[in-house]
């Protein structure tokens, strides 16, 4: 079974740090672009940040400078180091991948969450 794993969230106090890591696994080809969302109460779900299989990052605004996003090619996984946290970045961060499971057949998949809550 073809699955999205993410762990790292918690609790932290504003300015702290905090790393998500999200694991792809079962039979899997090709890992293709991997991508992390975030879901705040009452807003809509966003793009924080994406990073391509070969390694080119973008970044939404108001992440830029603060998150870095970040893969290892060979444990199919993406990270997401957070630095300098404000309690704005408090929601629910999702795991994102392109998963390509056979030969040209390319498939997304959404990890279950982890939740980041910023305390002022």
């Known amino acids: 079974q073809v699955q999205l794993v993410e762990s790292g969230g918690g609790l932290v106090q504003a300015g702290g740090s905090l790393r998500l890591s999200c694991a792809a696994s079962g039979t899997i080809l090709s890992v293709k672009a991997m991508r992390w969302y975030r879901q705040a109460p009452g807003k809509e779900r966003e793009l924080v940040a994406e990073?391509?299989?070969?390694?080119?990052?973008n970044y939404v605004d108001s992440v830029k400078g603060r998150f870095t996003i970040s893969r290892d090619n060979t444990k199919n996984t993406v990270y997401l180091q957070m630095n300098s946290l404000k309690p704005e970045d408090t929601a629910v961060y999702y795991c994102?991948?392109?998963?390509?499971?056979?030969?040209?057949?390319?498939?997304?998949?959404w990890g279950q969450g982890t939740q980041v809550t910023v305390s002022s």
């Open positions: 990073i391509t299989s070969g390694g080119l990052t």
């Open positions: 994102n991948a392109n998963l390509e499971l056979k030969f040209g057949a390319v498939h997304r998949y």
